[in-house]
């Protein structure tokens, strides 16, 4: 193919995609969410609002939008100058440090409520600065309006945020999404409980914005100096501590990343749509009161999500003592019912320990879970400590318990000539995730680069990594588990793989 055949193939593509996601909204009478417009989650909305912003995850439209990403990231790959694309890749720390700062500075919240019309950067920084005034005993340093202006400025160029008329700036659609929903005063008056009820996004962008900054600057240097190996990872590297990253945020000056991981957690269950997390696995088929146990599960965002689903279980959240001790205070009273009526209760565990038998409100000392299930869990260890998590999950699993695995799935980005074979499909291992022909990259290129920048995080933070099928099939094989059935998420990398004991 010439280039110019492949570059036509990229445009036909992302034509027919647009095709495709309009035909859905128009036969609603609904035109697709404007990137100018934002959407606050913690806002309510008109029914159409809503009701366009939900057929975003419709699989169709999800499904398109990803082939319209994926087309539009190789386009551009193609066309673009090597040396601008170059500066975008090195230099993209710059758009980081301005994201940061957008999160840090509650810039968000502070335009939402100027409304539409926006505010002039001198008003920002004065709002900035006021918020400020909790950090210093003397009165706060007043932030440079000029300096904010450029900030803002390479956000909106990157669409995070729209000049409105030179220097006046409002939210849009993408910086909305990392709104707290907390006014100017309570993020005055009470600002270490930003994150408290909302939805994690800012919280995860607070995260990624310190840690993970940080750790990346070393990753280079760890692998380079350590061969990745010698120390435990460049998160180590970077903070000068031996400690396991779980261990140094329950450290003594680390309480504001302890509770901010725990939102953050809650931010990621937005890799996601809720469909795939409540059709993952056929919770409906558990018979009544069947204990599901989230293992490592934080706060409970996911359990929570399934509680709420399926009301005829009970979930234990699993997790380490400090997690568990801040878990039902972070959902305020969100969920009363759910706690109050024993559905979902927490568990001090160390998951490296053996299970032991425990008590569960309603059921009564349970031996052997109906599900154990490991979300966001193991991609944060390397093989080793997985191998050891899954033999001590299967010391504790009965005849009939269900082990699911949730983590990325990652395709290779060149088709896999050994899958695709009669029956593989089925358990995950695929050739490629576009048509034959298709001028995409068989990992669909960009619209799937969520799931490898989470990899190289892991790597980063954790020494760990997400994982291929093979990855998958070999530790489970090697840890008393067979996998029966891989159910890949709608839209992302991310998949349920249910194992049972052999
Ligand atoms: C990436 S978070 C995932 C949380 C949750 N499963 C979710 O999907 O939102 C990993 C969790 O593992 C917990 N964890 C780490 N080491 C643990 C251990 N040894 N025992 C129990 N939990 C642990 C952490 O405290 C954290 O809540």
Redesign the pocket.
């Known amino acids: 193919m010439t280039t110019f055949a492949t570059l036509r193939a990229l445009h036909t593509v992302i034509g027919e995609a647009i095709t495709e996601i309009e035909k859905v909204y128009q036969a609603e009478s609904l035109d697709f969410p404007s990137l100018d417009t934002p959407y606050y989650t913690s806002l309510k909305h008109a029914p159409e609002v809503d009701r366009a912003e939900d057929l975003r995850v419709d699989h169709t439209v999800f499904a398109a939008a990803n082939r319209i990403v994926s087309a539009a990231g190789q386009l551009s790959a193609t066309v673009n100058k090597p040396w601008f694309s170059l500066i975008e890749g090195i230099n993209s720390t710059n758009v980081v440090a301005c994201l940061q700062f957008l999160e840090a500075s509650n810039t968000v919240e502070i335009l939402r409520e100027a409304g539409p019309g926006g505010l002039h950067v001198k008003e920002i920084a004065k709002k900035i600065t006021a918020l400020r005034s909790w950090k210093t005993d003397g009165p706060p340093v007043e932030l440079d309006s000029s300096k904010l202006s450029h900030v803002l400025r390479i956000l909106a160029t990157f669409h995070w945020l729209r000049e409105v008329t030179p220097d006046v700036f409002t939210n849009n659609r993408l910086s909305s999404y990392i709104d707290s929903g907390k006014s100017f005063e309570q993020l005055r008056d009470a600002p270490g409980t930003k994150y408290d009820e909302s939805d994690g996004v800012a919280a995860y962008c607070a995260t990624a914005g310190d840690e993970v900054f940080k750790l990346m600057t070393n990753l280079t240097d760890w692998l380079l100096n350590d061969g990745g190996s010698k120390t435990d990872s460049a998160f180590n590297f970077t903070f000068k501590t031996p400690l ?3 261990e140094w ?1 329950e450290q003594p000056g680390n309480e504001h990343r302890l509770t901010r ?2 939102h953050a ?2 931010g ?2 937005q890799f996601e749509i809720a469909e795939n997390i409540i059709h993952g696995f056929p919770w409906e088929e558990l018979p009544k009161d069947s204990v599901v146990v ?9 359990s929570l999500i399934l509680a709420e689903a399926y009301p005829h279980l009970r979930f234990v959240v ?3 003592a ?2 568990v001790a801040i878990g039902r205070q972070a959902w305020g009273g969100k969920y009363a019912e759910i706690f109050d009526s024993g559905r979902l209760s927490y568990h001090a ?5 053996p299970q032991r038998p425990f008590d569960v409100p309603g059921v009564g000392t349970v031996v052997h879970p109906d599900v154990m ?5 193991a ?3 390397p093989d080793s400590y997985v191998l050891e998590l899954l033999k001590t999950l299967r010391a504790a699993a009965g005849p009939n318990t269900k082990l699911l695995w ?1 983590d990325n799935m990652l395709a290779y980005a060149c088709v896999d000539n050994e899958s695709g074979q009669e029956g593989s499909e089925a358990l995950g291992a695929v050739r490629s995730l576009v048509p034959e022909g298709s001028p995409l990259l068989p990992n669909l290129g960009r619209a799937s680069a969520n799931g490898y920048i989470l990899d190289i995080q892991m790597l980063g933070r954790f020494n760990a990594k997400e994982r291929t099928y093979r990855e998958y099939e070999a530790l489970t094989n090697a840890s008393g588990w067979k996998i029966t059935r891989v159910n890949r998420a709608v839209g992302s990398l991310w998949a349920y793989t249910t194992a049972v004991p052999v």
């Open positions: 396991k990253y779980y945020i991981f725990g957690m809650h990621t269950k989230d293992i490592g599960g934080g706060i409970g965002t996911i699993e997790d380490r400090p997690v565990h160390d998951f490296f320990e299930f490991i979300r966001a869990i991609h944060n260890w949730i």
